[in-house]
């Protein structure tokens, strides 16, 4: 029997004055008798691992408690504990995706993950919390946009989730509902530079929402591409016929990146707010940041888990299959991978995300006669962590513990997610056991994510996960999702530093 075949064959029980059978079963403790789900604190011991954390790596185990981790290093399991065995495997804090879009409504559609099906990929990728973008629709109000969000995921997701709130139109109500929105638990707002016509906000929206950030101790995001100057080259491709998916990239050339990268640091510079820049694709941009972060900025920036695989040349593929490649920023040329592997070592991207905003072939049809008719995004949720395990660290890129940092604990702290990141008493029982022996094929098969496609059908992971939990319950058990929609909650984040809480 192979070795990962016979680990956690079934959950071993200690000492059985216990019975466990699942979540609602009848337990024991210290002579009491507690029926039914909400009474019961079920204590697990993932055992024999190598657990790895942001810092460093070491054989041991991790205890959980309820939904909480209790300890960590080398533990006898109480009396009672459930025992999953993780010897051969890496033992990792949930990785977060600060940035997703689900039942996301764009270009007159809706991108093809709801929170149940794309917590369920996210689950089978390790991901245990994602922050997803609630978006301005109505033009003073921010709190129906969240309300609107909440109602897609609330109940339906399966590992926790955040919202950013993305800003689309900053007049002076917004500004004041920003701190309504910091109360509820959303720290971070977004605005797009590009987009024009739909998302896109000028310099002068983008330098106010930064000075209302500064004030509330919140994070300002940035779409870093110069929407002006896009919408000059799509219209005249568009006349000139040159209609088809390479041409999305091709009127997104790197340097309305760079601008728009550079542009934003230095208004974030000159107002003293904290920026991060998401999915940065190429080392112009990249630049722009570390250039800021030597004149002393506190500027950030994320890539995601495409730009450092994938190329402008799959926009180039056939009919729809080159469709599915749209993104914005676009896929670059293959020499920006190399440097961007560079920007990420060097801590100047600090995190890797997906930026997953599913369509299906039907809907990137649309634009096969038009490019920009295409809805953008890919399918990734479920990917980050066994490509990077293959492509990062397999690749000799990155050691085990910058995986955790640039998938979990540095985003855990960017965004205010105190509970999460890392493995830690006290900290919530987000944890991925991952095979490094175990291959999985990527493909339709195999994905949750609710796309009739794969970006990497044919290609195999050489390593897999085998268990996620998300709170200390088991959501996803050798492929398979063990739980019901509504697990997941949403996550209340906070930057505001202690002594300034009550202020
Ligand atoms: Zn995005």
Redesign the pocket.
């Known amino acids: 029997m192979p070795r990962e075949r016979a680990a956690f064959a079934s959950v071993r029980i200690f000492a059985s004055p216990t019975i466990l059978q699942g979540s609602r079963s009848v337990v024991s403790t210290g002579g009491r008798i507690e029926h039914g789900k909400r009474a019961m604190t079920q204590t697990t011991l993932i055992a024999n691992g190598t657990v790895v954390t942001a810092e460093g790596e070491f054989a041991g185990d991790v205890l959980i408690e309820g939904e909480k981790i209790v300890a960590v290093g080398r533990i006898a399991p109480p009396e009672g504990t459930r025992v999953v065995d993780a010897e051969g495997c890496f033992v990792l804090p949930g990785l977060i995706d600060n ?1 997703t ?1 689900l039942s996301m409504p764009f270009m007159g559609m809706m991108s093809s993950d709801d929170y149940d099906t794309g917590t369920r990929a996210a689950a089978a990728g390790g991901v245990t919390c994602l922050v997803d ?1 609630a978006i301005q629709r109505e033009p003073d109000n921010l709190r129906s946009a969240l309300e609107q969000w909440r109602g897609r995921a609330d109940g339906a997701a399966h590992v926790d989730y955040g919202f950013h709130m993305a800003i689309t139109n900053a007049s002076e109500p917004v500004l004041e509902e920003m701190t309504a929105m910091s109360d509820a638990g959303i720290c971070s707002f977004k605005l797009f530079m590009a987009y024009k016509g739909e998302l896109m906000a000028r310099d002068d929206a983008l330098a106010a929402c930064m000075e209302r950030a500064r004030d509330l101790d919140a994070l300002i995001m940035v ?1 870093a591409e110069n929407g002006d100057i896009i919408d000059l080259l799509v219209k005249r491709a568009i006349a000139h016929g040159e209609v088809s998916a390479i041409h999305h990239a091709l009127t997104r050339p790197e340097f309305v990146e760079a601008e728009a990268t550079g542009r934003a640091a230095r208004i974030a510079e000159h107002i003293g707010t904290s920026l991060f820049v ?2 940065v694709t190429c080392a112009a941009a990249a630049a722009e940041i570390e250039a800021a972060q030597q004149r002393g900025a506190a500027v950030s920036g994320e890539t995601c888990v495409q730009y450092l695989i994938n190329t402008i040349d799959d926009l180039r593929r056939p009919g729809v299959e080159g469709c599915r490649y749209i993104c914005s920023p676009p896929l670059r040329d293959a020499a920006n991978h190399e440097r961007l592997w560079g920007y990420v070592q060097r801590g100047v991207l600090e995190s890797i995300s997906t ?1 997953h ?1 599913p369509f299906t072939d039907e809907q990137k049809a649309r634009g096969l006669e038009n490019f920009s008719l295409v809805p953008n ?1 890919l399918a990734l949720i479920q990917h980050r962590l066994p490509k990077l395990w293959d492509e990062g660290v397999m690749a000799g890129r990155i050691a085990h513990s910058q995986l955790v940092d640039l998938t979990s604990t540095t985003i855990a702290r960017r965004f205010g997610l105190n509970a999460k990141g890392a493995l830690a008493p006290g900290k919530d029982a987000d944890v991925v056991v991952l095979d490094p022996a175990a291959p999985r094929p990527y493909g339709v098969a195999t994905s949750f994510m609710n796309v009739d496609y794969d970006l990497y059908e044919g290609e195999t992971a050489s390593a897999s996960v085998r268990h996620t939990f998300s709170r200390g319950t088991l959501v996803y058990d050798r492929g398979e999702i063990m739980t019901e929609p509504g697990h997941g909650r949403f996550v209340r984040r906070t930057l505001r530093p202690a002594h300034r809480a009550e202020l």
């Open positions: 940035h879009h973008f779409h998401v999915h930026d905003c995004g």
